[in-house]
């Protein structure tokens, strides 16, 4: 009998699946690929806490194509991959394979510095630099780590290094004080330009004594 586990992921892939086959506009910018391998990306933490083995999400993935799209159809289906087992093992790497998904937004609200995202969205660029040098570290320091079983892994560390290299640090990383991938110092971020943020911390700091 399928656990409650199950039940309730199955009805999350279902809801993701007839969504990401709707023929609605209702993810702008955002094509079906780049959609189906969000959803992979997402599902990838349930699967690995319940230990739900990959025939059940390949089966489930499989029916709800026939039940919502039918048999013949000319839309291509969104495949259930098992390889992110192995990509994602390491949850940080995730972040990094998000960053370089919504990248235009970042630049976006970096470029134009919007008050109500632009501290946090320095933040959290500052905490991705920091994860990709300790990601690359750990599992791509060598020619070896990137033909072996982290390929997958190197592969997003590489994208990640010409998506920040290209929109973030050549474009606005000497105005905002980005740092460069290759500088073997931690980073941390600047926050002369968020003076709320400078108020938060302040206000912490005198809150504990």
């Known amino acids: 009998m399928p ?3 199950y039940k309730t992921l199955c009805k999350q892939i279902l809801k993701n699946l007839r969504l990401l086959y709707s023929d609605e506009d209702i993810h702008v910018g955002i094509d079906r690929n780049k959609r ?7 599902l990838y933490k349930k699967i690995n806490q319940y230990s739900i083995p990959d025939e059940v999400i390949n089966k489930i993935f499989n029916v709800s194509f026939v039940k919502i799209i039918g048999l013949s159809t000319t839309k291509k289906k969104c495949p259930y991959s098992s390889n992110y087992k192995d990509i994602y093992k390491d949850d940080r790497i995730i972040l990094l394979s998000n960053f370089a998904s919504n990248i235009d937004i970042i630049n976006s609200i970096l470029t134009t510095k919007n008050e109500d995202n632009y501290c946090s969205c320095r933040r959290y660029v500052n905490d991705c630099v920091n994860i990709y040098k ?3 570290q750990i599992y791509c320091s060598s020619e070896e780590d990137k033909q072996g079983n982290n390929k997958g892994i190197c592969n997003i560390i ?5 998506v920040y290299m290209g929109y973030i640090y050549t474009r606005i990383g000497t105005d905002q004080k980005f740092p460069s991938l290759y ?6 971020v600047d926050t002369t330009e968020c003076p709320l943020y400078i108020e938060e911390q302040s206000s912490s700091v005198q809150g504990n004594k």
Do not use: G, H, Q, Y
């Open 183 to 188: 500088s073997t110092n931690v980073t941390t």
């Open 158 to 162: 590489d994208n990640f290094t010409t």
């Open 36 to 42: 189906c391998e969000i959803l992979n990306n997402c």
């Open 3 to 5: 656990t409650d586990e």
């Open 134 to 136: 300790d990601i690359k």
